[in-house]
């Protein structure tokens, strides 16, 4: 089993549209949760962070950590077609210099 | 946010050659920097982490002798691909920690080819 499971999608929604993109892990000892996206040939770029449990939003995106379903997320709202990228959710252990595991990506693509 | 650059952006090169990518992070410095590896349609692969001034530290499986690393400066960390084969024909992606929130910033990458 993979220390953390996403769906590569890809995932399909008309412009305007509530993207849900989740992940699950199996390390109860994560506690920082990032989301980065990826556009094609381009390297990641960071989108939410977030430690332990709880919700935080900034603009359209919000992130959602579950630790007790070792459950998260992260919702756009009012997608654009320049939402269309791959989008990776990614955690770490503990603060400090620490390897980071990362998913395999979901790539969206917002439709207009 | 932080900035990270590399150099280059992508490279065509000669089997049983050896290329150099630069990770330079622009308005930080970087204590530590990583070097990952992009298969199509798969995930980042961490390659191996890198500490100014100390030797990198290679995760299982990954070729010290082949893979190159020097963190010489805390803005600019190398990976030398050496004696370069067609199997190496990736995407690589260095990124830099900006302190204790395990947050890194990511490089654009760099495409490396090899004939």
């Known amino acids: 089993q993979k220390e953390v499971e996403q769906d590569p999608g890809p995932l399909s929604v008309p412009e305007g549209a509530i993207v849900s993109l989740n992940c699950t892990y199996s390390n109860s000892a994560f506690q920082y949760f990032m989301w980065y996206r990826q556009y094609s040939r381009k390297g990641p770029e960071l989108l939410m962070y977030t430690y332990s449990s709880g919700n935080k939003e900034d603009g359209r995106f919000t992130a959602q950590v579950d630790k007790s379903s070792k459950y998260i997320s992260l919702f756009i709202r009012d997608s654009q077609p320049s939402d269309s990228a791959t989008y990776l959710c990614?955690?770490?252990?503990?603060?400090?210099?620490?390897?980071?595991?990362f998913g395999i990506g979901t790539k969206l693509q917002v439709i207009p | 946010g932080a900035v990270v650059s590399q150099h280059p952006s992508w490279v065509i090169c000669k089997s049983g050659t050896s290329v150099k990518i630069e990770c330079r992070s622009l308005d930080f410095q970087a204590t530590t920097m990583f070097w990952y590896r992009q298969f199509p349609k798969q995930s980042l692969m961490l390659m191996a982490t890198?500490?100014?001034?100390?030797?990198?530290?290679?995760e299982q499986g990954v070729e010290k002798d082949k893979f190159l690393i020097n963190h010489a400066s805390l803005t600019l960390s190398t990976l030398t691909v050496t004696s370069a084969h067609p199997e190496d024909s990736s995407f690589y992606i260095c990124?830099?920690?900006?302190?204790?929130?395990?947050?890194?910033?990511f490089g654009p990458g760099t495409r490396l080819t090899v004939l």
């Open positions: 990614a955690m770490s252990v503990s603060g400090g210099y620490q390897k980071v595991t």
């Open positions: 890198s500490n100014e001034g100390s030797k990198a530290t290679y």
């Open positions: 990124s830099a920690d900006v302190g204790i929130t395990d947050t890194q910033y």
